[in-house]
């Protein structure tokens, strides 16, 4: 009998993040309802996932590339530009998607106990779901312009995508948790959304920025996204440029050996303390929703 009740655990309290493994049958569940009911009447599908992100990027390319002329500067500014969208598009789309993920589950989150952090993790997989077809056009359309990446290069792009989960995975638990207590979070999180494209080099050159903001250029860097995309483009678009396209300040200075080990730690250090504030605010989730 006391052997039983050693065994007990009390209800609610789980290993947070790390019951997701123990439950990856009810993950696969939830990724797959979430792509469901997304498409759900659609015609097109999975489609969308290709339509979105190639038509932001004619509206981008049209309206930066040709009109304010910066094709001219940038060679091969169609790659550089697609590979900033789609990485963007990933982080973005989990974000948003996590931060209404226990709101819109309300009422299985009340009926039953399951680990709450798979509703956050569920929208982040079904993103990347959505990012692998894009990811497909990226590297056809790199090929295409003569795309010869290093082994570097490519683990390089494996990692920022990986450390784009864990960022989005961590601040779509902290927000997600707050949308339960103050529905204002969602618009928070929208206004992130918007101000994203913007605050990282992916319609523009880094080189814009630092002339514009000079010594207090590290405070821009230290978005782990601006580093995310930097990299990437350095995965992606650097291995498309000919000898003579190819300059000193194509990426900046200390990308991967200083700018990316902070980047990845921040990451890391967010998805700790989004765990943190979930484990602390979901006890009462049933109540409040």
């Known amino acids: 009998m006391a052997r039983q009740l050693d065994q007990l655990v009390k209800p609610g309290v789980g ?49 930066l590339g040709i009109f304010l002329n910066l094709e001219h500067g940038t060679p091969n500014y169609a790659v550089y530009l697609f590979s ?16 209404r993920s226990i709101v819109d589950n309300r009422d299985l989150i009340r009926k039953i106990y399951l680990p709450r952090e798979l509703f956050p993790a569920a929208t982040v997989w079904v993103s990347a779901a959505h990012f692998l077809p ?14 010869t990446p290093s082994v570097l290069q490519l683990a390089a792009a494996v990692l920022i995508f990986v450390m784009m989960a864990v960022l989005a995975t961590g601040l779509g638990l902290m927000f997600g948790a707050a949308n339960v207590y103050f529905r204002d979070s969602e618009n928070i999180v929208d206004m992130i959304v918007m101000v994203v494209t913007w605050a990282s080099p992916v319609l523009y050159v880094w080189t814009m920025v630092e002339r514009v903001m000079g010594p207090w250029y590290w405070i821009y860097q230290l ?21 003579d396209q190819v300059v000193r300040d194509t990426m900046p200075p200390d990308l991967l050996n200083f700018w990316l080990p902070i980047s990845l730690f921040t990451s890391l250090a967010i998805l700790f303390l989004g765990q943190l504030m979930f484990r602390k605010l979901s006890v009462h989730f049933a109540q409040e929703l």
């Open 15 to 63: 290993r947070g993040l790390l019951d997701i493994y123990g439950d990856r049958f009810l993950l696969k569940l939830l990724v797959r309802k979430e792509i469901k009911i997304r498409y759900r009447g659609s015609v097109l599908g999975l489609m969308w996932s290709y339509v979105k992100p190639l038509m932001q990027f004619l509206i981008y390319f049209i309206a």
């Open 84 to 99: 900033g969208i789609v990485l963007v598009n990933f982080f973005t789309e989990s974000l948003s998607n996590a931060t």
């Open 134 to 147: 894009q990811l497909v056009v990226l590297i056809a359309a790199c090929l295409v312009v003569g795309w």
């Open 223 to 243: 978005n782990p996204i601006t580093t995310a995309v930097e990299v990437f483009h350095w995965a992606f678009w650097e291995p498309t440029l000919k000898a």
